[in-house]
């Protein structure tokens, strides 16, 4: 099993996913603001909320998955910022070894 910061199992339902489906977030009638790369977990987790009249004992499965994976949308974003900085840094090095 491959495990993760705090310990927890990797669930691989969690995974943001770049593609989305645009159009059943459209008739969903999705703020654009939670259209990320999780929205396609979101999409069920407010359909069972909305049928089972937004109990907080209910859904839970949905809303750790949903939550899991704007976790690791935010892990991947620091990953991608550390590699940035590297790139930036290396640059900056090159140029100021040329003068």
């Keep these: ?5 705090g310990g927890h199992h990797h ?3 969690a995974e943001p996913k770049a593609e989305q489906n645009v159009q ?3 008739d969903a009638h999705m ?3 939670f ?4 929205a396609h977990l979101l999409l ?8 089972t009249y937004y109990m907080p004992t209910k859904c839970g499965h ?10 690791n949308a935010y892990l991947g974003r620091i990953e991608a910022k550390k590699q940035q900085d ?13 003068n």
């Design 1 to 5: 099993a491959k495990f993760k910061m």
């Design 62 to 71: 949905e809303r750790h998955t949903y939550e899991e994976c704007e976790y």
């Design 86 to 98: 590297k790139i930036l840094a290396s640059r900056k090095a090159a140029i100021s070894e040329e």
């Design 35 to 38: 259209r990320d790369t999780c």
């Design 11 to 13: 669930n691989p339902e």
């Design 24 to 26: 059943a977030m459209k």
């Design 31 to 33: 703020p654009i603001a």
């Design 44 to 51: 069920p987790l407010n359909k069972c909320r909305r049928q």
